[in-house]
C-alpha cells in the first residue's frame, strides 16, 4: 500500500466513525419514554427529568386556565390514577373534561407532570346519520343550492 492509499484509507475511516458518532448521538436526544400513571408512579426516582409521553382522560372539572389562556394546570386520569399536569401553551380545541389526550414532557419532584407538548385525540366516528337522504335535501334547498 502506498502512502497516498494509507492516507486516503485513514481519512474515510475517520469520517465514516464521525459519522456514526452524529447518527448515534442524534437518536439517542429524540429518545422518548411511554409510560403508564402507574409505572411513573413506580419508577418516579429514575424518570425525574426524563422525556417522557403519556396517554389518559382529562378529569371532570380539574382544568384551570390562567386569564391568557397560556398556562393551564389539570388532572389527568388513567386506569383510576390521577396525574397533575401542567402545560404551557394554546391548548387544542378538542381539549375538553373527559377527553382523551396525550401529553408529551418530564416529570419533576414535586409531583407534577410538566408537559410542553399537549394532543388532545380527535372523536374517531362522527355522530349522525348521513343516509338521511330527507334531511340532506331539506339542508340543502335551506342554504339555497
Do not use: W
Not at 380539574?62 to 389527568?76: A, C, P, Q, V
Not at 397533575?84 to 375538553?96: A, L, R
Amino acid at each position: 500500500m502506498t502512502g497516498k492509499q494509507k492516507k486516503f484509507l485513514i481519512s474515510g475511516l475517520v469520517i465514516a466513525a464521525a459519522l456514526i458518532l452524529i447518527i448515534a448521538t442524534g437518536f439517542q436526544g429524540n429518545q422518548v419514554f411511554y409510560v403508564t400513571v402507574d409505572e411513573l408512579y413506580a419508577k418516579a426516582p429514575e424518570l425525574y427529568g426524563e422525556r417522557i409521553r403519556m396517554a389518559g382522560n382529562v378529569k371532570e372539572g380539574s382544568i384551570e386556565k390562567s386569564e391568557d389562556h397560556l398556562f393551564t394546570r389539570f388532572k389527568m386520569v388513567q386506569e383510576g390514577q390521577d396525574l397533575p399536569v401542567e402545560y404551557e401553551g394554546i391548548t387544542p380545541d378538542m381539549f375538553k373534561d373527559g377527553a382523551e389526550v396525550i401529553v408529551e414532557g418530564t416529570y419533576s419532584k414535586s409531583g407534577v407532570f410538566k408537559a410542553d407538548n399537549l394532543m388532545a385525540k380527535c372523536a374517531s366516528r362522527y355522530e349522525g346519520d348521513v343516509t338521511d337522504t330527507e334531511a340532506m335535501k331539506d339542508y340543502k334547498e335551506g342554504q339555497g343550492y
